[in-house]
């Protein structure tokens, strides 16, 4: 019975839970999305459905619900519908190997699903799959725009993800293990943030989950000035609505590893200074819940602030600048953990 409890029935229950959280805050992670852009650009953002707007993530996800799906005539159906779902699903799995609180939070069982100890692989692996809906969208919609945009999408995934996975090497070498609970645990035991051990890393990872993400200014695959609307100009109704809950999920997602990877996690800020205990009345999930919404702020403010690059220096930048830099990286760790450690 003790079996059926913690491997059935309250690793379930931690799933509908997690799904429902990031429901709820993928849906009011676009008003705070309007509202940050409608600040930077001294508008005021949605108003008018509900106080200062905030029942306007309903009444957008209704809007949706009851639009028409339409599927253009020469379009492959069953890749055109499925293409959506393949892009959103990997960013909810990969929160099953993501933790947001000790192993001994909620009452013992742990603040995660799972730990495994292959967890950031799985969640690198899982994650990359989301691209492929990107790309098989683009082609299903048999249109020249969102084909072009699709192209993009696959050149950008092949630029960016080889960088972002030298940077991630460097916390692997720091850390010693690829489990994501065991990477916090290793920051708090060392008393500091693998940020400060590994920032070139940390930069390299975040602007590279920024094109992964297709945001601004990486968003080529969209590029609404040049190709209309990218792979998803041909969807309407509820799978468009599909492609843009992928975005805002996978945007959590990269945020989360950052957090997890390099800002100790779930840990408090400088959590080996005795003199700053009084923080630890903050619960260990709330401080990753708070340097999350830090991270998706940068997402916001970056594109509102930045212009789009040309598709040459999306290029040029991740094979020249980021795949270097990354790969000079991971030497100079090695050659110092070899030295000194």
Do not use: K
């Given at each position: 019975m003790n079996i059926l409890v913690n491997y059935v029935v309250i690793p379930l229950v931690k799933i509908v839970v997690i799904v429902a959280?990031?429901?709820?805050g993928i849906a009011y992670l676009t008003l705070m999305e309007r509202k940050v852009i409608a600040r930077l650009q001294h508008r005021l953002g949605p108003m008018r459905v509900g106080w200062h707007g905030i029942l306007q993530p309903i009444a957008d996800g209704l809007k949706f619900i009851i639009k028409e799906d339409i599927i253009p005539i020469k379009a492959d159906r069953f890749v055109f519908t499925i293409a959506p779902g393949i892009s959103l699903v990997p960013a909810f799995i990969v929160f099953s190997v993501i933790p947001f609180g000790p192993p001994d939070s909620l009452w013992g069982t742990g603040g995660y699903v799972t730990d495994v100890n292959i967890a950031l692989l799985f969640a690198v692996a899982v994650s990359s799959v989301g691209v492929l809906g990107v790309i098989l969208g683009g082609w299903a919609s048999n249109s020249k725009y969102p084909l072009l945009g699709a192209l993009r999408s696959s050149a950008q995934m092949v630029s960016y993800e080889v960088a972002m996975g030298f940077g991630i090497i460097g916390v692997l070498l720091v850390a010693n293990s690829l489990s994501l609970v065991e990477i916090v645990e290793k920051q708090r035991s060392m008393g500091v943030w693998f940020f400060f051990v590994q920032p070139i890393a940390f930069l390299i990872y975040y602007f590279c989950g920024?094109?992964?993400t297709n945001r601004l200014p990486?968003?080529?695959?969209?590029?609404?000035?040049?190709?209309?609307?990218?792979?998803?100009?041909?969807?309407?109704?509820?799978?468009?609505?599909?492609?843009?809950?992928?975005?805002?999920?996978?945007?959590?997602?990269?945020?989360?590893?950052?957090?997890?990877l390099f800002f100790g996690g779930w840990l408090r800020p400088f959590s080996s200074v005795a003199a700053l205990s009084f923080l630890d009345i903050i619960p260990p999930p709330l401080w990753f819940v708070i340097k999350v919404l830090i991270f998706l702020y940068i997402f916001i403010w970056v594109r509102g602030t930045l212009p789009r690059f040309r598709f040459d220096q999306l290029m040029r930048i991740g094979w020249k600048v980021f795949l270097p830099v990354a790969m000079a990286n991971v030497m100079v760790t090695g050659a110092i953990l070899l030295k000194f450690l």
């Open positions: 959280i990031l429901s709820g920024m094109a992964e990486f968003d080529l695959p969209e590029a609404e000035t040049e190709l209309v609307g990218g792979f998803h100009t041909e969807y309407s109704g509820f799978r468009f609505s599909l492609f843009f809950i992928a975005e805002y999920a996978n945007m959590i997602t990269v945020s989360s590893l950052a957090v997890t």
